[in-house]
């Protein structure tokens, strides 16, 4: 009796045994554990069919792509103003710089607060002519040359002088400077070898004993001179004076000094171009017509001849302008480079 109880017992315990997990002879298996919790964490993965609008993974990559494109361009920006502000020191140094009017003596021309361009390039490739508006230095000519400062004795402030001081007054001339002590800005009127003269019967100064028409630039109701005088420009020198004669410091008034009154070509620093500030006073300055006319530039050139006249210049927006304009595509080109690196590796 006990051996039948425990013979059925373990028919029973053999017949279980499948259920426990192990397989059975017919090759199937019912589910253990395992494959309950299994079967039960899987409709909870998200699949790309089953997923929401916002849970799959290219929307992730898309956020976390986004945000390292603004964290580059902001790791990039302080190295696009320095380049563009390196590119604008080297515009303003070379090729072109702003200056603002400080005074009346070339009115109604320019005025006071006008903000002129000056080209420092074009002189390297024609002569200065008769008519040209400049921005000349007149230390040495018409002031003297200013005293050397003896040096600091201590080195921290002579290198700050060296370095920074010169630094800062380059950027702020980016904006635009105000012509200094020694600086002038006139219009020129007799070049090397010309015979300046005033004045005819009518009242008009000449230039080889062709006189000048001057209305369409003098100061309205102004006189062309009412100082006499008759010079022939030096060779390497010029003959400038103001618009605005009543008030002009200008060559007249200065030929008790070295030269008589004319100043070097090589201390000219560009020819004023263009009045760029304010808007409404945006215009192109021209050489006047009555400086084209033929016998002033046919005398002068048979009294120098084959004379080539060059000037080496010294140093707002334009050239910060033209700094930002060329630094950008520099810029972009290198974040191009650099995404094109960073697929490579991927």
């Given at each position: 009796m006990d051996?039948?109880?425990?013979?059925?017992?373990?028919?029973?315990?053999?017949?279980?045994?499948?259920?426990?997990?192990?397989?059975?002879?017919?090759?199937?298996?019912?589910?253990?554990?395992?494959?309950?919790?299994?079967?039960?964490?899987?409709?909870?993965?998200?699949?790309?069919?089953?997923?929401g609008p916002d849970?799959?993974?290219?929307?992730?990559?898309?956020?976390?792509?986004?945000?390292k494109r603004n964290r580059?361009?902001?790791?990039?920006?302080?190295?696009?103003?320095?380049?563009a502000l390196a590119i604008a020191l080297l515009i303003k140094t070379f090729v072109v710089q702003a200056f603002f009017i400080p005074s009346s003596s070339m009115e109604d021309t320019?005025?006071?607060?006008?903000?002129?361009?000056?080209?420092?390039?074009?002189?390297?490739?024609?002569?200065?002519?008769?008519?040209d508006v400049i921005v000349f230095d007149g230390a040495g000519s018409w002031n003297?040359?200013?005293?050397?400062?003896?040096?600091?004795?201590?080195?921290?402030?002579?290198?700050?002088?060296?370095?920074?001081?010169?630094?800062?007054?380059?950027?702020?001339?980016?904006?635009?400077?105000?012509p200094g002590q020694t600086d002038y800005i006139k219009r020129?009127?007799?070049?090397?070898?010309?015979?300046v003269a005033c004045c005819n019967a009518q009242g008009q100064v000449t230039v080889n004993g062709v006189a000048l028409h001057e209305k369409d630039?003098?100061?309205?109701?102004?006189?062309?001179?009412?100082?006499?005088?008759?010079?022939?420009?030096?060779?390497?020198?010029l003959w400038v004076m103001g618009d605005n004669r009543l008030v002009s410091d200008d060559s007249r008034l200065h030929r008790d000094d070295p030269g008589n009154g004319t100043i070097p070509e090589n201390e000219?620093?560009?020819?004023?171009?263009?009045?760029?500030?304010?808007?409404?006073?945006?215009?192109?300055?021209?050489?006047?017509?009555?400086?084209?006319?033929?016998?002033?530039?046919a005398a002068a050139a048979g009294a120098m001849p084959g004379m080539i006249t060059t000037t080496v210049g010294g140093a707002p927006y334009l050239p910060l302008a033209g700094g930002v304009i060329v630094a950008l595509p520099i810029t972009w080109l290198q974040r191009r480079v650099r995404l094109r690196r960073r697929r490579a590796r991927r």
């Open positions: 051996d039948d109880q425990s013979m059925r017992d373990r028919v029973a315990s053999d017949e279980a045994a499948p259920a426990a997990g192990r397989p059975d002879p017919a090759g199937t298996a019912a589910a253990g554990p395992a494959d309950s919790e299994r079967g039960q964490a899987e409709p909870a993965k998200a699949g790309p069919d089953k997923a849970a799959g993974p290219d929307k992730a990559d898309a956020k976390g792509s986004g945000r580059s361009f902001w790791r990039e920006l302080p190295v696009l103003i320095v380049v320019l005025l006071i607060g006008d903000k002129v361009l000056v080209n420092k390039v074009v002189y390297h490739l024609r002569p200065i002519k008769a008519g003297p040359v200013p005293a050397a400062q003896p040096p600091s004795s201590d080195p921290i402030v002579r290198l700050y002088h060296a370095t920074l001081v010169p630094l800062f007054h380059s950027i702020g001339g980016l904006f635009g400077t105000a020129v009127i007799g070049v090397p070898g010309d015979h630039y003098l100061f309205p109701g102004a006189l062309p001179s009412e100082i006499r005088f008759s010079e022939t420009v030096p060779p390497g020198r000219v620093i560009g020819r004023a171009f263009m009045i760029v500030w304010p808007p409404s006073r945006w215009t192109i300055l021209q050489i006047p017509h009555t400086f084209q006319q033929h016998g002033i530039t």
